[in-house]
């Protein structure tokens, strides 16, 4: 299997050649042996081959040995310039010569016989003679004698030359006895009368001896003897004879076929119906002869390229000779196959390119495949690039083309490189994240990658920043591509900022406490600070007063934070209620008691008594005691004898 890469053009070859054989005329036996003058168009010298038929070539000279039909082929084998030509045939017919009563001959029919220059002994001449169906002729008269001389006298193939003696074909004569010069007969029987014996022949001393012709050179000898006879020892051999025929050999009639020429054909082309008719009205045959084609039931079918010779035959019958040979040469052309790949472009890196074309002139059956290459490959820069056809050839059938292969070209094109950063986001103060994103298009043969970057730091304010996208190129392939950069975009949100104010508590009508709390969420150590305020006042009651926070932020930081506040509660509670403590007296006064009990700093406590549970009636006992401590006392002096029950009253504001 063979397979060509055409380039744009036309596929190179050996030129053609044709050969000009022209027509070789019929002749008759005995004729003078003549030069055949084909010629080819190339200059190159044409050889000839016998076919068929009883002839022989030397070089461009054929030499006729019998009558019969002679077939010759002239060729022209081509060298490095020049393809092989298409064997021409000639054929031509060579008939016996008849020596017409008109002309005052006897009707019969003379056949001269060349058996090649080895010879032929008079035994094997006369059987040859009576298997043709004739006999060694049997010259009885002068005239007749005149007469197949000069069949004969011109052909120097027939004759053996000695000195200046020549000795030619066979005739019938034979001796019967050996008695001299007298005793001798024709095959025949006809009476050996007549007879045109050379000087001093017969002369030879064999038993057995044999008529042959006889001359001498007339230029070589003082005497003109050109047509005489001779005697040829039955062991002797002879260049020649002469067949006579009573009557002609075959009596049945000559037919002729009409073969119509063949135009020149270009290969591809449809079975040619073939029709050659006979005169006969014989059904008429055909067969290769040369070159690539077939016959199947009267159409010619071409099978390749180069000269074609188809022989018409008709077989004969009993009324009719057997016709063949008649042939009719034509050339058959390669097929120009035009081959048209389809442009194509496609972007750089592509690994996936399908070639396709047109191709026209093709012959499915040869079994060629067309396919397409170029020199491009995925990683070849963006360009234009030629595309080439590749033919698969397994039955080495492209000798039948003139391939033509049209220019096309494959564009590679920048591929789309997408490099898209991904959107994300971070609260004021921190850390940037990890940059992310995706690089698409990019051949696995570059060793490209994605860059991230972003002007945002841990300090800047609430708001969007653009996140760079780039490609990272150490190979510098960048230019194989259309970039598309799709930043993305770094939001910074607020960041969550908690003040909390701490919930105290005091007892009704005491100084609010100092108010604190906690400030959370502060980035960047923002100088944020907190203060915190209660509506409530000493004289508030008893009850619950929020607690209200207070940012102070001289760097105008608050923007960049989500704040909550959380309020505090001051709870104001009253006094507990006092508890009178066992009464104890003063030291030295056994008449005065002294009352304690149990006490809210800063509240005032009224001391009442009374000489009767059961009466409802109270009786202050001093004036109001302000307590200083968690205790506070009173001294008194009651009457003798008249008991008093105590109380203590808290005095709320």
Same mark, same amino acid.
């Given at each position: 299997m063979t397979s060509v890469i055409f380039g744009a053009g036309t596929l190179l070859a050996a030129s053609d050649q044709t050969i000009n054989f022209p027509a070789v005329a019929d002749t008759v036996s005995g004729a003078v042996p003549f030069a055949l003058s084909a010629t080819a168009s190339s200059g190159l010298p044409v050889s000839y081959s016998v076919v068929s038929g009883p002839v022989t070539i030397s070089s461009n000279i054929i030499s006729i040995m019998a009558a019969g039909t002679a077939v010759i082929q002239a060729s022209q084998a081509g060298n490095d310039s020049f393809s092989p030509a298409t064997n021409v045939v000639q054929s031509f017919e060579i008939n016996r010569f008849q020596w017409t009563t008109n002309s005052g001959g006897n009707g019969h029919y003379y056949e001269v016989r060349y058996p090649g220059p080895a010879g032929i002994n008079w035994t094997n001449a006369q059987n040859d003679a009576v298997s043709a169906g004739g006999y060694l002729a049997t010259i009885t008269s002068a005239a007749e004698d005149e007469f197949v001389f000069n069949l004969i006298n011109a052909n120097t193939n027939l004759w053996v030359f000695s000195s200046d003696n020549k000795? @030619?074909?066979?005739?019938? %004569?034979?001796?019967?006895?050996?008695?001299?010069?007298? &005793?001798?007969?024709?095959?025949?029987?006809?009476?050996?009368? !007549?007879?045109?014996?050379?000087?001093?022949?017969?002369?030879?001393?064999?038993?057995?001896?044999?008529?042959?012709? $006889?001359?001498?050179?007339?230029? *070589?000898?003082?005497?003109?003897? +050109?047509?005489?006879?001779?005697?040829?020892?039955?062991?002797?051999?002879?260049?020649?004879?002469?067949?006579?025929?009573?009557?002609?050999?075959?009596?049945?009639?000559?037919?002729?076929?009409?073969?119509?020429?063949?135009?020149?054909?270009?290969?591809? +082309?449809?079975?040619?119906?073939? /029709?050659?008719?006979?005169?006969?009205?014989?059904?008429?045959?055909?067969?290769?002869?040369?070159?690539?084609?077939?016959?199947?039931?009267? $159409?010619?079918?071409?099978?390749?390229?180069?000269?074609?010779?188809?022989?018409?035959? +008709?077989? @004969?019958?009993?009324?009719?000779?057997?016709?063949?040979?008649?042939?009719?040469?034509?050339?058959? &052309?390669?097929?120009?196959?035009?081959?048209?790949?389809?442009? =194509?472009?496609?972007? !750089?890196?592509?690994?996936?390119?399908?070639?396709?074309? &047109?191709? +026209? #002139?093709?012959?499915?059956?040869? @079994?060629?495949?067309?396919?397409?290459?170029?020199?491009?490959?995925?990683?070849?820069?963006? #360009?234009?690039?030629?595309?080439?056809?590749?033919?698969?050839?397994?039955? /080495?059938?492209?000798?039948?083309?003139?391939?033509?292969?049209?220019?096309?070209?494959?564009?590679?094109?920048?591929? =789309?490189?997408?490099?898209?950063?991904?959107?994300?986001?971070? %609260?004021? %103060? *921190?850390? &940037?994240?990890?940059?992310?994103?995706?690089?698409?298009? *990019?051949?696995?043969?570059?060793?490209?990658?994605a860059t991230y970057n972003s002007s945002a730091t841990a300090a800047s304010p609430v708001g969007t920043y653009p996140i760079i996208a780039g490609v990272s190129d150490p190979g510098n392939r960048l230019g194989n591509y259309v970039v598309v950069i799709n930043n993305g975009v770094l939001s910074v949100t607020p960041a969550p900022l908690t003040v909390t104010a701490n919930n105290v508590t005091r007892l009704y009508g005491a100084a609010n406490p100092v108010f604190t709390g906690v400030i959370s969420g502060v980035q960047n150590g923002d100088n944020i600070t907190a203060s915190y305020s209660c509506a409530a006042v000493a004289s508030s009651p008893v009850g619950t007063f929020p607690i209200i926070p207070q940012l102070t932020d001289p760097g105008s930081k608050l923007a960049n934070y989500s704040v909550s506040s959380v309020d505090g509660t001051l709870t104001v509670g009253s006094p507990a209620a006092p508890v009178l403590l066992r009464p104890t007296r003063p030291s030295g006064n056994s008449e005065a008691i002294t009352l304690a009990w149990s006490a809210s700093s800063g509240f005032g406590y009224q001391v009442q008594y009374t000489t009767s549970l059961k009466s409802a009636e109270w009786t202050n006992l001093g004036p109001i005691v302000t307590a200083t401590d968690s205790t506070a006392s009173i001294i008194d002096t009651p009457p003798a004898g008249a008991p008093r029950f105590y109380r203590v009253v808290l005095q709320l504001p």
């Open positions: 000795f @030619g074909p066979l005739t019938g %004569g034979y001796k019967v006895v050996d008695d001299g010069v007298t &005793n001798w007969a024709w095959v025949t029987g006809e009476p050996f009368t !007549y007879q045109n014996w050379g000087p001093s022949r017969p002369n030879s001393s064999s038993a057995v001896d044999h008529v042959q012709y $006889f001359t001498r050179d007339p230029d *070589a000898t003082n005497d003109a003897l +050109v047509d005489a006879w001779s005697d040829l020892p039955n062991n002797g051999r002879s260049l020649g004879y002469i067949i006579e025929y009573d009557t002609s050999p075959d009596s049945r009639l000559n037919q002729s076929i009409n073969f119509p020429a063949i135009p020149d054909q270009t290969y591809g +082309v449809a079975p040619i119906a073939l /029709n050659a008719t006979a005169s006969s009205g014989l059904p008429v045959e055909y067969t290769i002869v040369y070159g690539l084609a077939s016959i199947s039931n009267n $159409f010619l079918i071409v099978n390749g390229t180069g000269g074609v010779t188809v022989c018409a035959s +008709v077989a @004969g019958n009993a009324n009719y000779y057997s016709r063949s040979n008649v042939n009719q040469e034509f050339y058959v &052309n390669r097929e120009g196959l035009w081959i048209t790949p389809a442009n =194509l472009a496609g972007p !750089y890196g592509d690994t996936n390119r399908i070639f396709s074309g &047109n191709v +026209v #002139g093709l012959v499915s059956a040869d @079994g060629i495949i067309v396919g397409y290459s170029t020199t491009a490959t995925a990683g070849s820069a963006p #360009g234009t690039y030629p595309i080439t056809p590749v033919l698969t050839d397994p039955n /080495n059938r492209l000798t039948n083309y003139v391939v033509i292969a049209n220019p096309a070209t494959l564009i590679v094109t920048q591929a =789309l490189l997408t490099v898209t950063a991904t959107s994300t986001s971070r %609260g004021y %103060g *921190a850390a &940037n994240p990890p940059w992310t994103g995706t690089l698409v298009g *990019a051949w696995s043969g570059d060793n490209l990658s």
